[in-house]
Nanobody, 122 residues
Framework: QVQLGESGGGLVQPGGSLRLSCAAS????????MGWFRQRPGKEREFVAA????????YYAESVKGRFTISRDNAKNTVYLQMNSLKPEDTAIYYC???????????????WGQGTQVTVST
């Protein structure tokens, strides 16, 4: 069982930056690939980014490539999402997710966090 808790959401102006964090419980964090998804108003939940257990392989949605960076610190059981050049269309609830033994490519979560709101607006 893995429990996930996101933090770092908030209100930011267009062009600004935010860093989301996701803390995971358990001593098996390093066996899980980690990912971020988001759900925009009136839309289905969509994939944003993923990272494998060692942190040397990442995968991004086209809509965020070049603006968002996913990283992890296995010593802290934490995964991060650095979001730069934010746009109003990035407004969403952002969810952290864990996928057992994920290596690369499409990401299928086994566990979800509760989500954190990100609002990009003037």
């Amino acid at each position: 069982q893995v429990q996930l808790g996101e933090s770092g959401g908030g209100l930011v102006q267009p062009g600004g930056s935010l860093r989301l964090s996701c803390a995971a419980s358990g001593r098996t964090f390093s066996t899980y690939g980690m990912g971020w998804f988001r759900q925009r108003p009136g839309k289905e939940r969509e994939f944003v980014a993923a990272i494998n257990w060692s942190g040397d392989n990442t995968y991004y949605a086209e809509s965020v490539k070049g603006r968002f960076t996913i990283s992890r610190d296995n010593a802290k059981n934490t995964v991060y999402l650095q979001m730069n050049s934010l746009k109003p269309e990035d407004t969403a609830i952002y969810y952290c997710a864990a996928s057992y033994r994920y290596l690369s490519g499409p990401f299928f979560p086994n566990y979800w966090g509760q989500g954190t709101q990100v609002t990009v607006s003037t």
